[in-house]
């Protein structure tokens, strides 16, 4: 388990999840989130919401976030399995 949260430390949440097969797509507005769930699953692909990152890299101007950072969330996709 020590190992493990070593590797961990130092590596991105999105370094993580593509480990997993997921693909980051974009940050919206949380009220959205449903809607593209479904838009997602009807073409094959499963969702996974996370809330937004401070250290998200992608997001090079965080002024939308500050002191309402709940209310965007990060979609990623990846190919549903049988």
């Known amino acids: 388990m020590e190992t493990e949260d070593k590797q961990r430390?130092?590596?991105?949440?999105?370094?993580r999840l593509a480990r997993d097969g997921w693909v980051k797509k974009f940050?919206?507005?949380?009220?959205?989130?449903?809607?593209?769930?479904e838009i997602y699953d009807s073409i094959g692909?499963?969702?996974?919401?996370?809330?937004?990152?401070?250290?998200d890299p992608d997001l090079t101007c965080q002024a939308c976030f500050v002191g309402n950072r709940e209310d965007?969330?990060?979609?990623?996709t990846r190919?549903?399995?049988s």
């Open 9 to 15: 430390k130092g590596i991105t949440r999105d370094e």
């Open 27 to 37: 940050t919206c507005d949380a009220s959205r989130v449903e809607e593209f769930i």
């Open 45 to 55: 692909f499963e969702v996974r919401v996370e809330p937004v990152s401070e250290n």
């Open 72 to 76: 965007y969330k990060t979609i990623y």
């Open 79 to 81: 190919p549903k399995t």
